[in-house]
């Protein structure tokens, strides 16, 4: 774990960062408040659908820093959820059997020692497992090497974030060498089975825009990977989830180094999609963090932002009092809605 002095110094971090979206750099740059746009619709006070779908975040250890990753996650994060915390996330999932799937994030998932004795265990209890991969750990030591016939083993659903089909725009955003290893991890997964017809075995792919713009059409670029992959590589792949890029931890700094961060702001407020707003992700979901506290989404988890409930921890889940509560909002909420929407599982309207 991290000094108290580490974790005092992110608490204050992202303190300011909730200051600097709700209010602007400065505290001059104004918007339409996120909840005015909900009472138009009315969808205000915001409240969840039945949740289905726990997203858990097992540990912010990462073998990547990527340049527009929300979470902060990277090589020095310590935080790592236990083993003990996994089980009581185990026992919500015996007591509410309507949660049907369990998406398992990070960081890298997969640095959690615990990580495959979690993902046995859930699907034991006959849920479907998501894994949110970065391709990369699969390459990174000898110990992973034999992720993809575990995930098939598991008939586990792997989502991987690939930033373009070319090598430039994927390590501008990843790091040197990522795109290469993407592929061989990528070649590998279609080996066991992966994104293959007729295999059941689902892999798919996530794009983000590598600066201050909104994601263009999934359907488009879905297209244009399944060509450039499949001519270059002879990889095959479910789906493309385009998935905007949140003014949040890493990218919020970018944007303000960069001088884009009230020029964004304005994109996605002018882009706000009401059918979108119906439809995110924290109305079905609710997001785990490693230490087992409670949020309305992942995006929420990382500015600390915990449901506005008395069923504030995996040990106390609830569900009559978690489906009654009041979503927590923000200005940030405009990613979510903006265009045809974004969710970890993509484009939404």
Not at 141 to 164: G, M, T
Request: aromatic residues 10%.
């Amino acid at each position: 774990m991290r000094s108290l002095k580490a974790q005092n110094s992110l608490l204050a971090n992202t303190r300011e960062q909730v200051e600097i979206i709700e209010h602007g750099q400065t505290g001059e740059f104004a918007l339409v408040p996120f909840q005015q746009k909900l009472e138009k619709i009315n969808l205000y006070p915001f409240k969840p659908n039945q949740i289905e779908i726990f997203q858990v975040n097992i540990g912010k250890m990462c073998n990547q820093t990527c340049r527009h990753c929300h979470v902060d996650a990277g090589p020095d994060r310590k935080e790592i959820m236990t083993r003990d915390t996994m089980t009581q996330c185990l026992e919500a999932l015996v007591n509410n059997p309507q949660i049907q799937i369990v998406d398992i994030t990070g960081g890298a998932p997969e640095l959690n020692p615990d990580f495959r004795w979690f993902v046995e265990m859930i699907k034991e209890l006959n849920r479907h497992v998501i894994v949110r991969s970065n391709l990369t750990i699969i390459l990174s030591n000898k110990k992973f090497f034999d992720l993809p016939e575990f995930f098939r083993d598991q008939q586990a659903e792997v989502i991987s974030s690939l930033p373009f089909y070319t090598k430039d725009r994927t390590d501008r955003q990843r790091g040197d060498g990522v795109f290469e290893q993407s592929i061989k991890a990528l070649q590998l997964l279609n080996e066991a089975g992966y994104g293959k017809e007729k295999t059941g075995l689902i892999l798919n792919l996530v794009y983000n825009p590598c600066g201050a713009f909104l994601p263009p059409s999934q359907a488009i670029l879905e297209k244009e990977y399944k060509n450039a992959l499949f001519d270059k590589y002879k990889i095959e792949f479910n789906n493309l989830y385009t998935i905007t890029n949140l003014p949040i931890s890493r990218f919020l700094d970018f944007l303000i180094s960069s001088g884009n961060y009230e020029i964004y702001m304005e994109k996605l407020v002018n882009a706000y999609n009401p059918a979108a707003a119906t439809k995110v992700m924290c109305r079905n979901t609710i997001s785990v963090g490693w230490d087992g506290h409670l949020y309305d989404c992942d995006f929420n988890q990382m500015l600390d932002l915990k449901v506005s409930c008395s069923s504030k921890h995996i040990s106390q889940f609830n569900t009559k009092i978690l489906n009654d509560r009041n979503i927590v909002i923000g200005q940030h909420c405009y990613g979510c809605t903006a265009g045809a929407g974004s969710s970890c599982g993509g484009a939404i309207a």
